[in-house]
């Protein structure tokens, strides 16, 4: 029961956070647009790291409340490969994470039932512009950095808790930008199901290959990097 449990704080979450994607570029060129800067990239950039700042600050706050729900299977796998989540298993993960691919498909379904009809064209989930095996090596490693630099921001960078929500959407954004050219990017395989499945691709090899495989293997290895080479000593050890 409390697999299921967390299967739908998953979906729950996965779908909110899927919906909100498209809505922070329109909120990004509607800022910048109201303050005059539309033409000034490094400004319109530093709104959007705001605005991720601010949407991460929420969900983590929700995530909570939903018993420690995720929206992101790398980031779930991340997390247990780094032993962060003791009452985490594979089989448990079995579980979830079909739970967040359809949380994914559901909040593309949902932003395309409301979102006003200018506003369309920019609706586009992650796409591949490399070759096949370009795209699954620039998902993996984007993944990677993205991992690890959230494993070092949370366990041994600063205390206060602002300035590690501005780090976490600085990296966020950073990679963002990195992998445009590539694959979208999206690190994250609930989101790239999601906007497969809309746009009928969700059973070819590009997306297992490239959105899953990919950002699962880059996001393990992040977290037994983090774990064996970066980790903070434990309390025990600090004592001995």
């Known amino acids: 029961m409390g697999v299921i449990k967390a299967a739908l704080g998953d979906a729950l979450l996965t779908s909110m956070w899927v919906f909100s994607l498209p809505l922070q570029r329109i909120f990004t060129g509607k800022i910048a647009t109201f303050l005059g800067i539309q033409t000034l990239p490094l400004v319109t950039l530093f709104i959007t790291t705001i605005l991720v700042c601010f949407k991460v600050s929420i969900f983590l706050w929700i995530g909570s409340i939903l018993g420690g729900a995720s929206f992101n299977p790398s980031a779930s796998l991340a997390s247990y ?3 962060h989540k003791k009452n985490t298993s594979l089989l448990s993960m079995s579980v979830r994470f079909p739970a967040q691919a359809a949380g994914g498909v559901a909040g593309v379904k949902a932003i395309l039932g409301v979102i006003p009809d200018e506003y369309r064209n920019i609706l586009k989930g992650p796409s591949l512009k490399v070759d096949l095996q370009a795209g ?4 993996g490693l984007l993944s990677f950095g993205h991992s690890l630099a959230l494993f070092v921001i949370l366990f041994r960078g600063p205390k206060n ?9 600085v990296a966020t954004v950073a990679l963002v930008r990195t992998g445009a050219k590539y694959t979208g990017p999206s690190m994250n395989p609930a989101n ?10 969700h059973n070819s090899w590009e997306l297992y290959y490239v959105y899953w495989i990919g950002p699962l293997i880059g996001a393990t290895l992040a977290a037994w990097v983090f774990r064996f080479l970066l980790s903070p000593p434990s309390t025990k050890e600090k004592k001995a």
Do not use: D, R, S
């Open 81 to 83: 490969a780094a032993g």
């Open 136 to 139: 699954a090596i620039a998902e």
């Open 192 to 201: 790239a199901f999601g906007w497969a499945y809309v746009n009928n691709w």
């Open 161 to 169: 808790p602002a300035l590690k929500l501005w780090l976490m959407a």
